[in-house]
């Protein structure tokens, strides 16, 4: 079958994300761990290096960057090689160096620091082809939805030259992560994501200015940030596409819990999201359905299952109007519950 270029397009060809084994996605996650834990502690060892030490560790640096960036891309053999090499190196790591006390209020980092960082862990990896009419598919859902495992699952099935980014990966990237993470993961998981917070509008802009077509995430529990997102890459003359994922109340609180136990038995510590947070963002992804449908600032709108089966697909027409009689938020919340 030939496939169409637009992400879309394509999307809606493929019925959703590729099916992939449970075994594939699980080898996938321990990849992302153990690599996500060797990039923060590179974050922390080149804020702390002395000028000859910092070339080497630039390198370094940027191949686990730039391993880490092809995931989705990995066989089966280059993921069972992260999973026997990494523990070792994660181990000899923290045997050699010792990054002192973290601090209580991690400060954000300046202009100077945020533009080293960009160069090194994002830039190479926002910058896609260059599109006529681009077009981003923002995945939407409350935490533990499986959002970032179906967003690395489709990306091989895309077109060469679309980006990726999840803003959740930039908390890595601080230089107190490491020490911040060993100390409190769960105290860190709260005020990490201000300290580079800066990473953020920087992506946006880039891959914007680019036109380069991408996959993002972003819980969109309030109608107000989903509405941020949609108009700021639709003014920039993007096609945007909005998925949500149908993952029940139960399914994603106990996916949060199994996703911490994991991440501390990989990495040492976990990202920990409070079950308040979850459970807003679980009652407040519904009306951000409704509320982008009711005022045309999607250009597509879909729902997903956990698994990335294609559920609800609606698009507008050229002259502004849905194709379908709108009902994303009944398509959501009757997915949400069906077994």
């Keep these: 079958m030939d496939l169409p270029l637009s992400p879309l397009d ?87 160096h010792r990054f002192g006390p973290a601090p209580a ?34 995945f939407g859902g409350q935490p533990g939805s499986g959002k970032s495992t179906l967003q690395r699952a489709l990306l091989p099935a895309l077109a060469p030259g679309t980006v990726s980014y999840d803003g959740d990966d930039l908390m890595r990237l601080s230089p107190d992560y490491e020490a911040a993470m060993t100390a409190d993961d769960r105290a860190a998981s709260m005020t990490l994501p201000a300290q580079v917070g800066g990473l953020h509008p920087m992506a946006l802009e880039h891959v914007r200015e680019g036109r380069f077509d991408v996959l993002c995430s972003h819980p969109l529990g309030r109608a107000d940030w989903a509405a941020a997102w949609t ?25 949060i819990e199994e ?33 982008l449908e009711t005022h045309r600032l999607a250009d597509a709108l879909y729902v997903v299952s956990r698994d990335g089966a294609l559920l609800y697909a609606a698009r507008l027409t050229p002259d502004g109007e849905w194709d379908k009689e709108p009902f994303a938020r009944t398509a959501l919340e009757a997915a949400r519950t069906r077994r």
């Design 10 to 96: 394509r999307f809606a060809a493929l019925g959703g994300v590729p099916a992939a084994p449970a075994a594939d996605r699980d080898a996938r996650e321990t990849a992302y761990n153990l690599l996500s834990a060797a990039i923060g502690l590179h974050s922390a060892l080149l804020h702390r290096a002395s000028a000859a030490e910092r070339d080497a560790l630039e390198k370094e640096a940027r191949r686990l960057l730039d391993r880490e960036a092809r995931l989705p891309f990995l066989d089966g053999a280059e993921l069972r090689a992260v999973a026997e090499e990494f523990p070792e190196l994660l181990r000899s790591l923290r045997g050699r």
């Design 105 to 138: 209020a991690p400060k954000p980092l300046g202009g100077e620091e945020l533009r080293a960082v960009f160069d090194r862990a994002l830039r190479g990896r926002l910058t896609g082809a260059p599109r006529e009419e681009p077009e981003a598919l923002i």
């Design 231 to 255: 108009e700021g890459f639709r003014e920039a003359g993007y096609r945007v596409g909005v998925a949500f994922v149908a993952a029940d109340f139960a399914e994603s609180s106990a996916a």
């Design 259 to 291: 996703r911490y136990r994991r991440s501390r038995r990989e990495q040492g510590f976990g990202r920990w999201m409070p079950p308040e947070h979850h459970d807003r963002f679980y009652a407040g992804v519904p009306n951000t359905a409704e509320f």
